[in-house]
């Protein structure tokens, strides 16, 4: 095995944090799982683009580079399609529009893997990965064998599943399968889809319509880590009881909100943070990105630990204005 030593994560990672990593392996042959299941620690990169480092990882770093999508079944009206964790998830949700399969086209352009979606069950404008996911193929380090889980196995939940739970660094996702429909159905209401196609002059949308709409706003709304290193939205918009709700509209009148249940709303977490005075944020090289207050930014050379602070001063500050706990969502190393 080709093990390369002293590799800095700072375009390894969208953070761009410039950390050194002692021992480093680029995994393209799972064939190599077994060997490397005699590593005793061992962390994994799919895309990088959902940890912020704090410190230099323990053990060996595996970059996933696992390449390969095949056709498993298909009917009339559905495919099964089982893609290599280590695919890009933009290039694979491409690759489904080129084949006429309908699912995913809300998920464009989100960063990162195959492999990490079922991880936090991405998710974006009305769309989670677990509603098209049939099941997910892992390497168990402990056992030392492959492991088929059905999407209820998983357990997902909002940003969340086995994965990060039960399973927590005991798996390495090998493939995912996927049940993607040939029928449409489209889901244009969440955000400013449908505005968007009205800019783009398309009244009948097919799902690669839907795909470019999604395209034209996270571009226009979400830093590009090529340019600003982030990791996308950093803490989980929280979910707080009914009554909780109203009594905070007493007293913040605007304060918006998303029915989850009869007892439960969603409040976004960018809003909270933007009443505390972060949006904009910024001291030396690391702050609060200007248009959208769940993404906190490194401007060149933060350090993961100064990145990690601020998190916790934005955790107490809306904590103390709102009595909201929020939870990053972003896996720290
Ligand atoms: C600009 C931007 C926008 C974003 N927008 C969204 C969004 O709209 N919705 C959303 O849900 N997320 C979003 N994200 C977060 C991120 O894109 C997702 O979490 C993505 O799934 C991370 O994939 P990755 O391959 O980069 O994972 P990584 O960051 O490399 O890894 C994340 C975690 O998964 C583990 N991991 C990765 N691959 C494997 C594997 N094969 N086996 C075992 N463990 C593994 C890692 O060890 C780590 O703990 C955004 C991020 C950015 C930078």
Not at 19 to 30: K, M, P, R, Y
Not at 54 to 73: C, D, S, W
Not at 181 to 197: D, H, M, P, R, V
Not at 266 to 281: D, H, M, T
Request: charged content about 20%.
């Amino acid at each position: 095995m080709n093990i390369q030593h002293n590799i800095s994560l700072k375009s390894i990672t969208s953070f761009g944090i410039d950390l050194i990593v002692n021992d480093f392996f680029e995994l393209t042959n799972i064939a190599d799982l077994p060997a490397l299941s005699e590593v005793l620690e061992r962390k994994i990169i799919g895309g990088g683009s959902n940890i912020l480092c704090t410190q230099t990882p323990k053990g060996l770093v595996i970059a996933n580079r696992t390449k390969g999508i095949k056709l498993i079944e298909e009917d009339a009206n559905t495919a099964l399609i089982e893609v290599a964790s280590g695919e890009v998830w933009h290039d694979f949700v491409l690759y489904t529009l080129s084949q006429n399969l309908n699912g995913i086209e809300n998920l464009a352009l989100i960063p990162g893997t195959v492999g990490a979606a079922p991880i936090q069950n991405i998710g974006a404008y009305g769309v989670e990965v677990k509603d098209v996911i049939d099941s997910v193929i892992y390497w168990d380090w402990t056992d030392k064998k492959m492991v088929a889980l059905s999407n209820i196995d998983c357990r997902f939940g909002y940003r969340d599943s086995i994965f990060k739970n039960e399973l927590r660094n005991r798996f390495f996702i090998v493939s995912v399968r996927f049940r993607l429909s040939k029928i449409q159905q489209l889901q244009t209401t969440y955000g400013a889809i449908n505005e968007e196609l009205t800019n783009l002059n398309i009244l009948r949308p097919n799902a690669k319509d839907v795909a470019q709409a999604v395209i034209n706003i996270r571009s226009s709304k979400l830093p590009n880590p090529k340019e600003i290193g982030n990791a996308g939205s950093f803490f989980k918009n929280p979910n707080i009881p009914i009554q909780q709700y109203l009594d905070l509209k007493k007293r913040f009148a605007t304060i918006p909100s998303y029915p989850v249940n009869e007892h439960t709303v969603k409040v976004p977490a960018g809003w909270l943070i933007e009443q505390c005075g972060w949006k904009g944020f910024r001291k030396n090289d690391y702050g609060v990105h200007e248009k959208q207050a769940l993404v906190l930014v490194n401007y060149g050379n933060a350090t993961g630990e100064e990145i990690w602070q601020l998190s916790s001063e934005i955790l107490v500050s809306v904590k103390n204005t709102f009595g909201i706990e929020l939870e990053r969502e972003v896996q720290v190393w």
